[in-house]
């Protein structure tokens, strides 16, 4: 019997799963979404209470190089968003040395690629990454801290997560609907690399489908946008 998987994947596919516009136009589902993001939103403003001196800049490269590294990987969508939810979460709850902070980032990058896709990125690769800055032993060791502190709860709701649900309701996306909803991802992806967009995932989704309306064009659908988004 032959099991290899033949099926052609075009370049434009970049979903895992088939729609479900039952699920999708159900409001029920946004609420529960609403919900369950309530327990895993960073509790505080961690750069206010840290005493290692650390800057918004320094969270911003960091979150930077996460999301050059999922890029580079072709990372699921989800990996990205969940891997800051993460680090901002662990540094909510640890004040650790701004030294440690590529650290944390490569091991939040180790878990949220466990729990969202097939693949988890490697530790090896991990630490290619930081030009072997880190060892192999303390990603190992830094993710059972992180873990910990994090109490185990590593099923977070994300910005990514209301996308699909917005998108069946919007009037102004039959067009190129693959195009649009990589670009909401893109704006989205962006607001989390800045702090001052530290927000709940339903509103950073707001901010970055603002970014598309405002546009009168958007050159990444190819047509005229005239409508506002309805929520």
Known sequence: MNLMCTESQTASEDRCFAEDRTIFRDERAVKKLLETESQYVPGCDYMAHSHSNLQPFMRRVVATWMLDVCEEQRCEDQ??????????RFLCACDISKTHLQLTGAVCLLLASKVRQCMALSIELLCYYTEN?????????????VISKLEWRIVAVTSFDYVDHIMEQIKWKRRNDSMLRRHMLTLISFCYIDTSMSLPSIKLFIVSIQGIYKQPYCAYTDYAVYNPPVY
Do not use: A, Q
């Open 79 to 88: 990996v990205f968003p969940l891997s800051v939810n993460f680090l901002d």
């Open 133 to 145: 800055s880190v060892t192999p032993e303390e990603m190992r060791e830094w993710e059972l801290l």
